[in-house]
């Protein structure tokens, strides 16, 4: 299939949820979520509307993902080791 | 890097005075800078180019931003997670609307906007498969026809080219929101809505997902 058909059809029928919170809203829970993911909860089972907006938005989903790189890198001791 | 501070103890400190304020700040911004080198020197494969020390000045002044911000912000930080995290959330929105705005800085939505093709201009948009069949392809060119009078139909110029730029060619939402005057929230909302309503238009013409893919996958 075409690559931009098949991105506008999944854009339009698979990315879209319908009440899907904005980015403002998803990104007041993010430190929250974060700190929760990195105690060892799965992300699916804590907030789901943040795990819905994350699926179909890529910006939020690139932020969320390099917070919780850093924070696991803290917890690993990875971040004292820079000097 | 540990927590040596309860989020009481950033807030008092961030907003006192002196010497104890001075102290929280360059805490806060060490711990910044950490998290962002790590983030840029582990994460990002776009940047194995520049050097440790650029990596290092990189993260120093996006640290020294970060904290600037966190300031600006303190007084809707909610309690609900720990500082720390949400003073590194913020750091991450820094460091990358940054790296985004140079990664696109040469980057025009009108320009990739202006031609409008959109869609597949053959009747024959499946590629890497054998050629239909006279009857496919005329119903592929009918919903390829009903695609395209949803997109000219129920969406207004602005939800196109947003929808075009960020849904179909993967522009980050901070650099098309700045290029249209308006903000990522704002920009996410328009996007949804046209969602919606190309979703509503193409389902009244009875044109679902299993559908579709089944007409044009062959």
Known sequence: MDEQLHKLINSIFVDHQENCIDCETCCQQLSCLADMVTSGVEVEQLLPAVEDHLRCCADCREEYQALLCIMRADLNGQLSKLD | ?218
């Open chain 2, 1 to 218: 890097m540990t927590t040596d501070r309860t989020n009481e103890q950033w807030l008092a400190d961030l907003r006192g005075d002196g010497e104890a304020q001075e102290r929280a700040l360059l805490d806060l911004k060490d711990r910044l800078q950490r998290g962002i080198f790590y983030y840029l020197s582990r994460e990002r494969s776009d940047l194995t180019y520049l050097s440790q020390r650029e990596l290092t000045q990189m993260a120093e002044d996006l640290a020294q931003d970060s904290v600037l911000r966190v300031m600006d912000n303190l007084d809707s930080f909610r309690g609900d997670s720990l500082f720390t995290t949400w003073a590194t959330r913020i750091a991450v929105r820094v460091a990358i609307s940054d790296l985004r705005r140079a990664r696109y800085k040469d980057f025009s939505l009108d320009s990739l906007t202006a031609n409008g093709d959109l869609l597949p201009a053959t009747s024959n948009p499946v590629s890497g498969t054998p050629p239909t069949g006279p009857e496919r392809s005329a119903e592929q060119a009918e919903v390829l026809a009903k695609i395209q009078a949803a997109l000219d139909n129920a969406l207004t110029e602005r939800q196109l080219r947003a929808l075009i730029a960020v849904a179909i060619h993967g522009v980050p939402l901070d650099v098309v929101a700045e290029q249209m005057d308006t903000n990522r929230n704002a920009l996410y909302k328009l996007i949804h809505d046209a969602r919606r309503k190309l979703r509503a238009y193409l389902e009244s013409q009875g044109l679902s997902l299993e559908y579709m893919m089944n007409l044009f996958q062959g």
